[in-house]
């Protein structure tokens, strides 16, 4: 009894040492962590695989479902819904590299970013297709639980993927529509009434918000019929998260990537935002799209 008594205290004691604070001269204390120089297949899954576990079973399925719970689209519009499953999504990848030494925000999302696209260009034609798998099946298992959509219809109705001459006509159709001279107005008009800015940054942003805005409430979530119903994937939020659900499959496709690229351009064009100056595959990229 003795024994196990002595043995529990020095268990408890060794406990609290593990967590107790070091001096500021230990070399512990002044440890600063540094990011790879580059990536190995190893790590790239390593990565992946974890952002997927955490996202699967961890803390950001519990902050999913918390999510899903906010179904009033008054209380709770869709454009503020999907940034925080995104915020909930770099979450995740930010717990994740931060302990393979990337910083803490978005510089560090970036430098890992540019890190796995390098990586990944490398790989054989059938690794790149392991990746984009892994990473479309996480991005769909997070709009069915961000959006609780119903996974028995999502089997019965696209347990196959869709063709491609479907998913080309689908985002040809898309693409005209967000390049229609009333949303081009649209996004002219809100974005020469923000107020003169100091902060080139802030200034972006805000543009960004507005291009989002209409892009989601005027083209996808607006007209008659709005334009999800048109294309068969049911009403409002839940028939948007739908379809970006169907359409990640065909998401590197060169003529849907053409198609998108090309209307985004315009859309940015009427925002008044210098495109020489950005990163061009963000200029292709939808404002609510799949992440890469």
């Known amino acids: 009894s003795s024994s196990s008594s002595s043995s529990s205290v020095v268990v408890q004691v060794q406990h609290r040492r593990s967590f107790s604070t070091l001096p500021p001269n230990d070399p512990q204390a002044q440890f600063k962590p540094k990011p790879p120089t580059e990536l190995n297949l190893e790590m790239a899954e390593g990565i992946q695989n974890a952002n997927q ?12 479902e918390l999510l899903a719970k906010e179904q009033d689209e008054k209380a709770l519009p869709l454009v503020v819904k999907w940034q925080r499953m995104m915020e909930i999504y770099l979450g995740a990848q930010l717990h994740v590299i931060a302990s393979l030494g990337y910083e803490t925000n978005e510089q560090g999302i970036m430098m890992y970013t540019q890190q796995l696209a390098q990586f990944v260009s490398k790989c054989d034609p059938q690794q790149q297709e ?14 069915i ?11 019965d109705k696209y347990g196959e993927e869709m063709g491609i001459v479907d998913a080309r006509n689908t985002v ?14 649209t996004v002219a008009t809100r974005v020469a009434q923000i107020p003169p800015q100091s902060d080139q940054q802030m200034e972006m942003g805000m543009k960004h918000s507005i291009i989002q805005d209409v892009v989601v409430n005027e083209v996808y979530l607006g007209g008659d019929p709005p334009l999800v119903e048109e294309l068969g994937f049911g009403e409002g939020p839940k028939g948007y998260a739908l379809m970006q659900y169907v359409m990640a499959y065909h998401e590197n496709d ?14 940015w064009q009427a925002a008044g935002l210098d495109l020489g100056n950005m990163n061009p595959p963000a200029v292709g990229n939808m404002p609510m799209d799949i992440p890469k």
């Open 53 to 64: 576990l955490i996202l699967k079973y961890g803390v950001g399925r519990q902050r999913l």
């Open 172 to 185: 040809h159709k898309v693409a005209s529509r967000l390049i229609e001279p009333v949303v081009l107005e």
């Open 130 to 143: 392991k990746f984009r798998m892994v990473g479309r099946e996480t991005w769909r298992e997070m709009l």
């Open 254 to 267: 060169p003529l849907c990537m053409q198609y998108t690229s090309s209307s985004m351009h315009k859309i």
């Open 145 to 155: 639980m961000a959006f609780d959509l119903d996974r028995e219809l999502i089997a």
